[in-house]
């Protein structure tokens, strides 16, 4: 369905937010009541990168830190990882990495408090694109909170004219986190144009209703799939939650379940499920078998207390695939 250059230095260059997580050791505490947090790397196309580099790809980044004893925590994590931080500029003025604390009420009831404001992946300008370093990559990541706001708006999209350019296929991960923008109309705006771009759409019911909201759809997956594979794109995953989720592409339409497991979190499996996902396709698994890695690897993240951090290896997810295919069968249907 889309090919990937692997001969290329690079796998795939996430571009956007990376931040710090505290996540509470005062399990199933109010924020208010806990006391005690673990800190880790954090943001969605940060966990997504070391989501990949786990699995064995070739992963860059595209982004701005503090120039501070976090940004140098979050490019050392990333060297550990085998993740190339030749493109991550550290801030000139200040800014800091966002914090994100999360709460855990239950392992079915999550939230999340973010501090956004001036924060320094928001700070990544044009001039900070460079069009060798994303066409020695076999493909481009962009997350929707990269959209948000200038000069990290126009950032990107000059990176999404370069990966247009020099044929490198693009993943739009739409997480747009609503606090972060100005207006509905704008997350409508600036995520459609980049979904209208990309061979690859990731994204929540809700997600997919934001970015529709003035194209007139019906708000239902058939209508969504059917509007974005007659644009650019192969593949349109939505993603319901508990529930599973669904993939339509050109070759074949599907329904994902979920692998049981004693819940931890509510949070942190998207990117689980991205990274995986992206890995098989890469690797030149079918749809169904990516499908599956990627599920997989959400359950084991929000069964875990981390997310960057408890990325799984490719023996660890393919033995929890063996695992729990032999007590519940496939999760993978056809539609």
Known sequence: MIKFDLSKPLHIIPVGRVAIDFNPTDYYK???????????????????????????????????????????????????????????????HGEK????????????????????????????????????????????????????????????????????????????????????????????????????????????????????????????DKTSSAYWLGKRASICVIKHGKEGSYAYSREGNYKVGTFPVSKLKGFGGGDGYASAFLRGLMRGDSLPDALEQGTASASMLVASHACSRDMPNEESLFAFIREKKAECGSVVTAL
């Open 30 to 92: 109010p924020l208010n009541e806990s006391a005690n947090f673990n800190k880790y790397l954090g943001g969605s196309p940060a966990n997504i990168a070391v989501g990949m580099a786990r699995l064995g790809s070739r992963v860059g980044f595209l982004g701005r830190v503090s120039d501070d004893q976090f940004g140098t925590f979050v490019t050392d994590f990333f060297k550990n990882e085998g993740i190339d931080t030749s493109h991550i500029f550290r801030c000139e």
């Open 97 to 220: 990495l966002g914090l994100t604390f999360t709460e855990m009420l239950s392992p079915s009831q999550s939230s999340i408090l973010m501090y956004r404001e001036g924060v320094a992946d928001l700070m990544l300008s044009p001039e900070d694109v460079d069009e060798e370093y994303i066409a020695s990559s076999a493909c481009l990541l962009i997350s929707g909170t990269a959209l948000c706001t200038s000069p990290t708006r126009e950032a990107s999209f000059k990176a999404l004219t370069y990966a247009l350019k020099n044929n490198v296929p693009v993943v739009f991960d739409a997480d747009y986190r609503a606090y972060t923008w100005k207006s509905d109309d704008e997350i409508a705006i600036y995520t459609s144009l980049v979904a209208e771009k990309a061979d690859i759409i990731l994204g929540s019911r809700e997600e997919f209703d934001r970015m529709e909201r003035l194209l007139g759809l019906d708000g239902t």
